[in-house]
């Protein structure tokens, strides 16, 4: 239940639209504010309430599992039930037809308001790639079709990942892709799929979950802005993505996004299979400032940044995953990053038809690893000009791939490097929740005011699509 979000001026909105472009439509108030604005009573959750999350405001003296722990002996072998007009299945994601059904309820139901302008273009390519990582379960791709017609009308899944939250490592999922039809909303269907799909992953044994929503739930561990940095300023105005600001002229705000033709750091090039071992090390030592990570193993590091061999072979219609390294000039592997191209198709525009999305996913780097402590000036300030020219490039390629906005949140050490390279903030928040496990806060990125907080950066080290 991840996404991104709205914009400003400058980037207007991207991601899981729905219910960041409506819902928070807010400016000026602290997060602390934003979270306490959106949320209701404890009370009123009526689902929430009743399952092992944190509650608001509540004080943690220990981190740790919530519920007592169980068996999966103990969970019940039987679905949850349904109205008698639907049923239960299981998605095959390796059976197109079945893909296709998925990407018609996302495309058509992710974005809320009926007068979307934008729709989610999500691909076979992109399923195979998000759903199918290493140890994948077909059971945990849940769909809800109504019996008389087979028609899809809800979707959940779960992927395995084994989180580090301050180092302990829990096994767990991550939850993505909650959607109901837009004409079955407000009917209590989104719990029984969310208790659907947690009694499956309790009977493999794993008891904890990261899920990522706009909306504000009990209770998040971390809050992330999403900020947007214009690749192509003249599409985003004709599309009604950004506005002109007062006083600005077109060729001014073309002339502020254009960026060089081709990426400048020497030794970049794209991830190859026989980096896997170099980068997933760099990779590693960088993650481990983070205080919510996930451990990839090397298997995973190559399937969510190299997406097997469709991918390695993928032209830009099908390509998703977007990776590279610098390796210096003694063959070593400095610095690497990626991003994932998830685009909208533009609904009622006689001239446009797709709007290309980036979205900066992970990324590593050595500049500041001779330095024990990440805020050390120096260490902040290596690091600082690295990221700054890695990401700068990182929007170039994906502009020369046809990519008109390049998002990115607030999370990783990116208040470093946002506002230099242009990245404006957005409207939109991500709230990360934890399932059955007490975490204390995780820093987010933002400040009280909203701003990117360059000097705590954030501690989340983890990046949900
Ligand atoms: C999110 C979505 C599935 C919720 O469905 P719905 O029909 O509005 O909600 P339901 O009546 O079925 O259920 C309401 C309950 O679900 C909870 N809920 C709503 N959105 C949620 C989310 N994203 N994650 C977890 N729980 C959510 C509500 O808080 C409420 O529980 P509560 O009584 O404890 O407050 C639906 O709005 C949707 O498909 N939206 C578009 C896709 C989307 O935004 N997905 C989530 C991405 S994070």
Not at 451 to 461: E, F, H, I, L, P
């Amino acid at each position: 239940m991840s996404g991104s979000g709205s914009g400003d001026d400058a980037g207007e909105p991207s991601g899981k639209l729905a219910e960041l472009l409506k819902l928070l439509k807010m400016n000026g108030n602290d997060v602390a504010k934003l979270t306490q604005s959106q949320r209701k009573e404890m009370k009123d959750y009526k689902f929430w309430k009743t399952q092992p999350v944190a509650t608001f405001d509540e004080p943690i003296s220990e981190e740790g599992p919530i519920d007592r722990k169980k068996t999966p002996d103990e969970i019940s072998s039987e679905p949850f039930p349904l109205l008698a007009e639907f049923e239960w299945c299981t998605m095959d994601v390796n059976d197109k037809s079945q893909v296709e059904d998925i990407f018609v309820l996302l495309n058509e139901n992710y974005v809320e308001d009926r007068d979307a302008s934008f729709r989610f273009k999500y691909t076979r390519e992109f399923f195979n790639w998000s759903l199918k990582p290493p140890g994948w379960k077909k059971d945990w791709h849940v769909g809800v079709r109504v019996r008389s017609t087979g028609k899809l009308v809800a979707f959940i899944s779960a992927i395995p990942v084994n989180l580090s939250v301050r180092g302990n490592v829990i096994k767990s999922v991550e939850i993505n892709f909650l959607c109901v039809h837009k004409q079955l909303r407000g009917k209590r269907l989104a719990p029984v799929l969310i208790k659907e799909i947690t009694r499956r992953v309790n009977k493999c044994d794993i008891w904890f979950a990261l899920y990522t929503s706009g909306t504000v739930l009990p209770s998040p561990v971390s809050v992330c802005r999403y900020t947007h940095r214009p690749l192509n300023w003249n599409k985003l105005l004709d599309v009604g993505f950004v506005q002109l600001p007062p006083g600005a002229s077109k060729p001014q705000m073309v002339a502020n996004y254009t960026l060089p033709k081709g990426p400048t750091t020497k030794g970049l090039r794209p991830l190859k299979p026989e980096d896997v071992e170099q980068a997933h090390s760099l990779f590693e030592k960088y993650q481990r400032r983070f205080d919510l990570v996930q451990e990839f193993s090397k298997e995973e590091f190559s399937h969510w940044f190299l997406g097997g061999s469709e991918q390695m072979h993928a032209t830009p219609d099908t390509k998703v995953i977007y990776s590279y390294v610098v390796e210096n000039e003694h063959g070593k592997i400095t610095d690497f990053f990626s991003f994932y191209s998830l685009p909208f198709t533009i609904l009622n525009n006689s001239v446009h038809k797709e709007l290309g999305i980036g979205y900066l996913f992970y990324y590593a780097s050595d500049a500041d690893l001779i330095y024990n402590n990440r805020f050390d000036p120096k260490a902040t300030s290596a690091l600082k000009e690295r990221l700054s020219q890695l990401i700068n490039d990182a929007c170039i390629l994906a502009r020369n791939a046809k990519m008109d906005v390049f998002n990115a949140l607030t999370s990783q050490d990116n208040a470093l490097f946002l506002e230099k390279l242009k990245f404006g903030p957005g409207d939109g928040f991500l709230n990360f929740y934890l399932f059955n496990y007490r975490a204390f806060p995780i820093t987010g990125g933002i400040q009280d005011d909203q701003d990117y907080d360059v000097k705590k950066r954030s501690n989340v080290g983890v990046v949900m699509l």
